[in-house]
């Protein structure tokens, strides 16, 4: 979170306009061959659709609810920004009174090479917009709620936006996940599951993915996940790197000993599922054998949805 003496001047309660509009399409054709109907979902600003032609990643969008930093969310119905010509995310940056956006403007370049990608980096504009925090994430809950009511309609079966968006991925997103708004170390994490599996780069919280650095946890366990001591290893058609060429043995510690670290912050209502990548005594396949701890911590209140940390 950024303190207030470093945040740009604003005007005394210049907030824009923000809505997730969420809305349930069809009979309409789908990616799926089975689906009859699809859930879409568009960001207006100030009543204007920011992005017709494109889809919103509500993953990438509920994350932005708590931390700063660049999402991609806008993406290619596909799944995939870069399909739809979008190289630069959404920068979001959490200040103690509002969040704000800056958009590439345009926000979309199809056609272009990679020398004018690269181009385009060094001559990139951004519009600016300024919410109000609560109001941000009331909007992006109210979307989610709608979202997932439409899985129950009955025009089934139903698809999500964008392609690749399961609909239990969609059932388990929830916003909120820290006590504190930035996510900063002491805080506490309130989200309901905690998932870690295959190695330690990505924690998946409240379906939302989160990489070591940007959970709220001292450096030495954020470490963790630094496989540097480890040579590639060669395999079949090529290398392995990171993780997948250290010991077995101790990828399961180092994940243990984040799992540990992470029940000590997290309330008693967190359940932190860690999945083993076990080798198979007979054919050499990884089996997945999952273990279950709670946190530790008496629920503690969130303090930072809006208004000064």
């Known amino acids: 979170m950024n303190p207030a003496s470093n945040a740009p001047h604003f005007a005394e309660h210049s907030f824009d306009r923000f809505e997730l509009r969420v809305e ?37 969008l509920s994350k932005s609810c708590q931390l700063s ?15 739809a010509g979008i190289y630069d995310g959404i920068r979001v940056t959490h200040f103690d009174d509002r969040i704000m ?13 990679d020398e004018e990608v690269e181009q385009l980096g060094e001559d990139r504009v951004y519009k600016q917009f300024s919410f109000e925090s609560q109001a941000y994430l009331l909007a992006v809950e109210e979307g989610l709620r709608i979202a997932k009511g ?6 089934q079966p139903v698809e999500c936006s964008p392609y690749g968006m399961a609909p239990e991925r969609l059932l388990t997103l929830d916003p909120i996940v820290f006590s504190e708004r930035g996510a900063s170390v002491g805080c506490q994490i309130v989200g309901r599951t905690v998932q870690i599996r295959d190695g330690l780069y990505w924690v998946t919280i409240n379906g939302i993915y989160y990489r070591l650095d940007e959970l709220p946890i001292p450096e030495d366990i954020k470490a ?26 101790e990828v399961r510690r180092r994940v243990r000993v984040l799992a540990r670290h992470l029940a000590t912050i997290a309330h008693r209502r967190t ?10 005594c007979k054919d050499g396949l990884r089996i997945g054998r ?20």
């Open 271 to 280: 359940e932190i599922q860690v999945t083993d990548r076990v080798r198979s």
């Open 101 to 113: 956006w800056e958009v590439p403007d345009p926000l979309a370049h199809l056609g272009l090479s």
């Open 224 to 249: 963790l996940n630094d496989w540097s001591g480890w040579e590639p290893k060669s395999c079949e058609g090529g290398f392995v790197f990171g993780d997948l060429a250290a010991p077995e043995h």
């Open 69 to 83: 930093g660049e999402f991609f969310i806008v993406t290619c119905g596909c799944g995939e920004a870069g399909c």
């Open 150 to 155: 439409f899985l129950f309609c009955d025009k």
């Open 24 to 60: 349930l399409q069809g009979p309409c054709e789908t990616y799926s061959e089975k689906a009859r109907s699809r859930i879409t979902q568009s960001v207006f600003i100030n009543g204007k659709n920011i992005a017709p032609e494109n889809s919103i990643d509500l993953i990438d």
């Open 290 to 309: 999952r273990i279950s701890i709670w946190g530790q911590l008496p629920y503690k209140a969130i303090t930072a949805v809006s208004g000064e940390l």
